[in-house]
């Protein structure tokens, strides 16, 4: 069976066997059983406990052989010692993907080690496949499935993560979201290529985010990483790079984190982007879900601070794009709303076209202005993104472009638009234009204009490969 089709036992199952969950429910309880129901899991659910008979409305079977069903899905969550028999009986039911919550094997000493090889060898016996051990499992928000046993919050968006790690699960979210994720634990068996080639034609997701200690099989995963990236960009932050990070990933996940500068080369020839940081995958993901690609180098910086605009430009020769020049015609356009002493040129500063006139009111000037500057520079062929840098004010004097904003990204759907805001009501405004979908605000110019040079550079990775 194709690795694709292996893993959709574990994010995709029909029943799910939860085996060692506790009686207690409630606050604090960290019931995996109490967490999966609650998030609305669509497929058939069996607790496996032999001290109790009901677990949160469920009847509890004391052994999996009592279970009468087949199951795609059993999570292990009893102590070391027992693991390993339930394992040996996973293995005899037919049971198509199993995930060891527990910790303590070769992330601990050399018995969890060799305890976890015969796991491993069990179940490749079986035709079955082994998460973890040391994982919180999967999620699928688009079936309601979270196997985390704190309580966690996916969204159907169409990012999917690969980590060792499950912190996906429990607050990463805010920087990196995931509507699906694997949490790979010591990544005895199942490791990031195999949860590559899942997401590789999986149509709900459109961006791969991986976190990465280690990786065993570089040969095999260079192959597998550089056919996805071909389809849908793969965005990989590394730890492990300082010698204190690559002892901390030993203890962690066992894993030999390896020479920094050769995975940073592995991943320039299967191009996988390198995120510096935890900021700069979470902009990533978001702007390659949102957003077309770059077709060319040429950005439109509008700005209602000349100073931004400054940085802005200045953050241009840095990731490999070009201010746009700007046609005669379009900078004579915005001339006609200025007051005459200004030279437009590019970043185009919005504020003189603002208080070129003030018979209507601030807020009026602001949408008008707005919207015809950034029409006439989207209109223009040697702009091939932009950059809206909006002044917004604060809660009383309300200046809110999401209209505008909107109705540029839908009016010219082949070039991004990307937004900076600034002023005390940025929090509220920000907040509406992340939920249009049609825009990512980025905290600084510097992080935008980074997010659509690494834009560019994909499409012009993709734009090679579909020529080769």
Not at 219 to 238: Q, S
Not at 420 to 446: M, Y
């Amino acid at each position: 069976m194709r690795a694709k089709e292996q893993m959709k036992f574990f994010l995709e199952p029909r029943s799910v066997a939860l085996i060692g969950i506790p009686r207690r429910t409630g606050k604090l309880s960290l019931n995996i059983l109490e967490n999966l129901l609650e998030y609305g899991f669509r497929g058939r659910v069996y607790p496996v406990n032999p001290n109790a008979r009901e677990i949160s409305g469920l009847r509890a079977y004391p052994t999996l052989a009592d279970v009468p069903d087949e199951i795609d899905l059993a999570l292990i969550a009893t102590p070391r010692p027992s693991v390993l028999p339930v394992v040996e009986e996973c293995a005899r039911k037919g049971v198509k993907a199993v995930a060891v919550v527990t910790q303590g094997f070769a992330d601990f000493d050399e018995e969890g080690r060799s305890l976890e090889a015969e796991m491993v060898r069990i179940l490749k016996g079986a035709g079955s496949r082994l998460l973890g051990p040391n994982t919180l499992g999967v999620a699928n928000a688009f079936i309601r499935l979270n196997t985390s046993f704190a309580r966690p919050e996916v969204t159907e968006i169409p990012v999917g993560v690969i980590a060792q790690t499950g912190s996906f699960f429990t607050g990463t979210q805010r920087f990196l979201p995931s509507g699906k994720g694997i949490d790979l634990g010591n990544t005895s068996d199942v490791d990031f290529c195999d949860g590559l080639e899942y997401f590789e034609d999986d149509p709900q997701t459109r961006v791969v985010a991986l976190y990465i200690e280690g990786i065993r099989d570089g040969r095999r995963f260079m192959e597998v990483a550089r056919r996805v990236a071909r389809k849908k960009p793969v965005i990989a932050l590394k730890s492990g790079r300082s010698r204190w990070g690559l002892q901390a990933a030993r203890s962690h996940t066992a894993q030999l984190a390896g020479v920094d500068e050769l995975y940073s080369a592995a991943f320039r020839q299967c191009w996988v982007m390198r995120a510096a940081d935890i900021e700069e995958q979470g902009d990533l993901a978001r702007a390659f879900c949102r957003l077309p690609l770059m077709t060319g180098k040429g950005l439109c910086v509008v700005t209602m601070s000349g100073s931004a605009g400054v940085l802005a430009a200045d953050a241009c020769e840095d990731w490999g794009l070009e201010m746009a020049p700007l046609l005669p015609e379009t900078r004579a356009a915005i001339k006609e709303m200025s007051l005459p002493w200004v030279n437009i040129q590019n970043p185009v500063d919005v504020w003189p076209a603002i208080f070129s006139e003030t018979k209507s009111s601030l807020l009026d000037r602001y949408i008008r202005v707005s919207r015809a500057v950034l029409e006439k520079v989207a209109m223009d062929p040697t702009v091939d993104g932009i950059l809206f840098i909006a002044g917004v004010m604060n809660p009383r004097d309300i200046l809110d472009p999401t209209e505008v904003v909107v109705e540029i990204a839908e009016a010219f759907p082949g070039k991004p638009i990307v937004c900076v805001v600034h002023g005390r009501n940025s929090p509220a405004i920000t907040e509406r234009l992340e939920r249009t979908g049609k825009t990512v605000v980025f905290p600084s110019c510097e992080r935008a204009v980074r997010a659509l040079g690494r834009i560019r550079q994909y499409a012009e990775f993709r734009g090679k490969e579909d020529s080769s």
